[in-house]
């Protein structure tokens, strides 16, 4: 079993920063054998790809809608991954999730390849 756990979510005006952090544990989960990414999910909405990174770190994918604002990273030795959101706009409120997939490559987009998801952070945008 693979618990993940989010924090780092809160109420920022526009235009402000706030991290995320996804902390990733279980008794046979080897954090450094997935890809991980940050998915949302505004109100009355689907969830939505945000960010992914591959299992070492060398590869970053972003919607764009986020390119250019928010930046993606992961430290496998504490078995954590990030999300650096800066220059926030109001239409990036929604609950923040971090999930793992066994994909590597730009299926990492599609929010069905996720296999274990967190239970979630609210990050709400004030204009």
């Known amino acids: 079993q693979v618990q993940l756990v989010e924090s780092g979510g809160g109420l920022v005006q526009a235009g402000g920063s706030l991290r995320l952090s996804c902390a990733a544990s279980?008794?046979?989960?080897?954090?450094?054998?997935?890809?991980m990414g940050w998915l949302r999910q505004a109100p009355g909405k689907g969830r939505e790809f945000v960010a992914a990174i591959t299992w070492s770190g060398s590869g970053t994918y972003y919607a764009d809608s986020v390119k250019g604002r928010f930046t993606i990273s992961r430290d496998n030795a504490k078995n954590t991954m990030y999300l650096q959101m800066n220059s926030l706009k109001p239409e990036d409120t929604a609950f923040y999730y971090c999930?793992?997939?066994?994909?590597?490559?730009?299926?990492?987009?599609?929010?069905?390849?996720?296999?274990?998801w967190g239970q979630g952070t609210q990050v709400t945008v004030s204009s």
């Open positions: 279980g008794r046979t989960f080897t954090f450094n054998n997935y890809a």
């Open positions: 999930a793992t997939s066994h994909f590597q490559g730009v299926e990492l987009r599609n929010p069905m390849t996720y296999d274990y």
